[in-house]
């Protein structure tokens, strides 16, 4: 049992890292503008034209802000991780990683539809997979002996949160890009509230 949970620990402190690493990639997006002439005016525009940047840098980092939080609550029940478990995880892992590209993608291009897409797409593909792992991880042989497997009924509903963000973005960003902004940046506390006022 206690090589379990070192092997456990082991996963556990890899997702971290990596969660960790990707969140710090997510500003490199914000760069220092390049000015032809230096002044005040300049610089004051410059940053104002990065305010694409700011949203997606915020808008990225709250993102795996909440699965990392939702990851380190699932992960802290188990007392061992089956081989499906970590690959599934291994997985995930690589959509968070990648999560810095399609962050620069709509920071950049955040007025086209294919920006909206690509990047409410990849949101789609991060909750599936969050969805998957949660599922495998409500597996009575692999939580704590004190852990209710009824607790995961809610950890479920709040892993379609980023499925119903992102699929709402993806809508909305067809219909209008700015629609599917409007999704990404104020849907999270929209479609958190409604799924508590639900359950």
Do not use: C
């Not at 699929?167 to 940046?185: E, K, Y």
């Not at 999270?188 to 409604?194: A, K, L, T």
């Amino acid at each position: 049992m206690l090589r379990e949970e070192r092997q456990l620990d082991r996963l556990t402190f890899f997702s971290d890292a990596v969660f960790a690493i990707a969140m710090t990639l997510l500003v490199v997006d914000v760069r220092l503008p390049h000015l032809p002439r230096v002044d005040d005016h300049a610089l004051a525009q410059a940053l104002v034209d990065l305010i694409p940047n700011y949203i997606g840098f915020l808008v990225s980092f709250l993102v795996l802000s909440r699965f990392w939080a939702g990851h380190h609550v699932v992960f802290g029940l188990l007392k061992a991780a089956s081989p499906k478990l970590i690959w599934t995880n291994l997985i995930l892992l690589l959509a968070v990683a990648f999560m810095p590209f399609p962050t620069a993608v709509i920071s950049e291009y955040a007025q086209t539809r294919v920006a909206i897409g690509f990047y409410a797409g990849w949101l789609v593909l991060l909750g599936l997979l969050n969805r998957r792992l949660v599922g495998l991880a409500a597996d009575p042989a692999l939580l704590a002996d004190d852990v209710d497997p009824a607790i995961f009924r809610g950890f479920r509903r709040a892993s379609l949160i980023p499925l119903l963000i992102g699929g709402g973005a993806l809508v909305f960003g067809m219909v209008a890009p700015v629609g599917g902004m409007a999704m990404l940046v104020i849907g999270s506390p929209i479609v958190s509230w409604v799924l508590r006022r639900r359950s």
